[in-house]
């Protein structure tokens, strides 16, 4: 077998687990993006009217940055199959002048432990949500938001033993 068209890493296999923890990632994100991508709609979602109007202002920003804010939080939790896949450790051979090259280390490592922090830092506080209610939303509505965005405070954890097998495999 031609090893230099192989799509297989040269490196060892990450183990399985850490597959299952990279769809977890992407998964646990996904419920609040769909609630903000619901709120794009016209949706209030568990807000007031002037609460409503505060989160998604009339006009195009308004909804735009909350679908962008979706597709960029799915996209960054995405990026955790990189830790457990080829791509994170070969260039996939149709990126032009680097195809096929290995991937820098600490060009993954940095990256994906500064994310850990961030993610830690931005995250772990809301585990106190139902401690501060919010003027802005029915008392339903703070609830659910809770329990929608309560499963991002594993992202930094979950990425965090993504990274730690990365940086032992590699």
Request: net charge positive; hydrophobic share 55%.
């Amino acid at each position: 077998m031609d090893t230099a068209a192989s799509p297989v890493t040269p490196g060892v296999t990450a183990p399985r687990w850490t597959r299952w923890v990279a769809h977890t990632i992407a998964v646990a994100v996904l419920p609040s993006s769909l609630w903000r991508l619901g709120m794009a709609m016209g949706f209030p979602l568990g807000y007031t009217t002037e609460g409503f109007a505060v989160i998604r202002p009339p006009g195009v920003w308004g909804p735009l940055w909350l679908v962008l804010l979706s597709i960029m939080t799915e996209g960054a939790a995405l990026l955790s199959f990189g830790l457990v896949h080829g791509w994170g450790e070969v260039f996939p051979r149709w990126i032009p002048l680097v195809g096929g090259s290995r991937v820098p280390r600490l060009a993954v490592l940095i990256p994906a432990w500064a994310g850990v922090v961030v993610l830690a830092g931005l995250w772990t506080p809301f585990v106190f949500w139902w401690q501060f209610p919010d003027p802005g939303m029915t008392e339903a509505g703070h609830t659910l938001v809770g329990f929608l965005y309560l499963p991002l405070v594993a992202w930094a954890p979950l990425l965090a033993a993504l990274v730690l097998s990365y940086q032992r495999r590699t």
